[in-house]
C-alpha cells in the first residue's frame, strides 16, 4: 500500500491539458517537498519535477506542478503521444525516515 | 557522462543472497548519497535504503532490516546492496539512484536497474 495516493489512470487527447493528483499527509507531502518521476516500459524512472515545481534542464516546460498542504499536482499542457507513461509522485516521510512514493498513475494519450 | 551502471540479472533460489552493485561514473560518487529502491513486477517503487559512500553509513527501511546490507568500495567508486535470507515476494527490479542528500526524494540519475527472480 503506498504512502501517496494518485489515481491509477488518466487520459487525454493530443493537445489537451491533463493533471494528475497526489496525496498524501503532514509526514511528507505536508513537511517535505514534492518530486515527480516519468517512468517508460522497461526503463529506470526518469526525474520530472523536484523541489515541487522546479524542472531539470531538458524537461519541457510543458510540464508543471504544484502543491498545497498535503496535496501536489503534476499537470501536462499541449499532450503528446511521447508522454504516455507511469508517473509517479514521491516526497521524503519524517515517520519512516526514508522516501515514500505514489502507486503510479498511468497516462494514456487517445 | 553522468551515470551509474549496474551488475546484471540474478536468478536466486528462495533462502539464498544475492548482492547487487552500483558503479557511478561520470560524477564523483563522495558528493552524493545513493538510495536503494525496487519495483516488483506491475508495481509501484518501494524504497529500501541509503548509504553514504564517504563513510559507509546506511539507514535501512524497517521492512528490510536484518536482511539488507549496503556496502561501498570507494577504489571502484562502487557501492552495494546485498540483499539474503531471499522468498518469492523480493522478485523486483533493483535500482540504484544518486540524490544530493538524505532527506530528500529528488534522485536525478538513476541506475538502469537489475533484475532480480527469486524462484524455486
Known amino acids: 500500500q503506498s504512502m501517496l495516493t494518485q489515481p491509477p489512470s488518466a487520459s487525454g487527447t493530443p493537445g489537451q491539458r491533463v493533471t494528475i493528483s497526489c496525496s498524501g499527509s503532514?509526514?511528507?507531502?505536508?513537511?517535505?517537498?514534492v518530486n515527480w518521476y516519468q517512468q517508460f516500459p522497461g526503463t529506470a524512472p526518469k526525474l520530472l519535477i523536484y523541489?515541487?515545481?522546479q524542472r531539470p534542464s531538458g524537461v519541457p516546460d510543458r510540464f508543471s506542478a504544484s502543491k498545497s498542504g498535503t496535496s501536489a499536482s503534476l499537470a501536462i499542457s499541449g499532450l503528446q503521444s511521447e508522454d504516455e507513461a507511469v508517473y509517479y509522485c514521491a516526497a521524503w516521510d519524517a515517520s519512516l525516515n526514508g522516501p515514500v512514493f505514489g502507486g503510479g498513475t498511468k497516462l494514456t494519450v487517445l | 557522462q553522468v551515470q551509474l551502471v549496474q551488475s546484471g540479472a540474478e536468478v536466486k533460489k528462495p533462502g539464498a543472497s544475492v548482492k547487487v552493485s552500483c558503479t557511478a561514473s561520470g560524477f564523483i560518487l563522495n558528493s552524493y548519497y545513493i538510495q536503494w529502491l525496487r519495483q516488483a513486477p506491475g508495481q509501484g517503487l518501494e524504497w529500501v535504503g541509503i548509504?553514504?559512500?564517504?563513510?559507509?553509513?546506511?539507514n535501512y527501511a524497517q521492512k528490510f532490516q536484518g536482511r539488507i546490507t549496503m556496502t561501498r568500495d570507494t577504489s571502484t567508486d562502487t557501492v552495494y546492496t546485498e540483499l539474503s535470507s531471499l522468498r518469492s515476494e523480493d522478485t523486483a527490479v533493483y535500482y540504484c539512484?544518486?540524490?544530493?542528500?538524505?532527506?530528500?526524494?529528488?534522485?536525478?540519475?538513476w541506475g538502469q536497474g537489475t533484475m532480480v527472480t527469486v524462484s524455486s
Open positions: 539512484a544518486r540524490v544530493r542528500r538524505p532527506g530528500m526524494a529528488a534522485f536525478d540519475v
Open positions: 523541489v515541487d515545481y
Open positions: 503532514s509526514s511528507n507531502i505536508g513537511g517535505s517537498s
Open positions: 548509504i553514504n559512500p564517504i563513510d559507509g553509513s546506511t
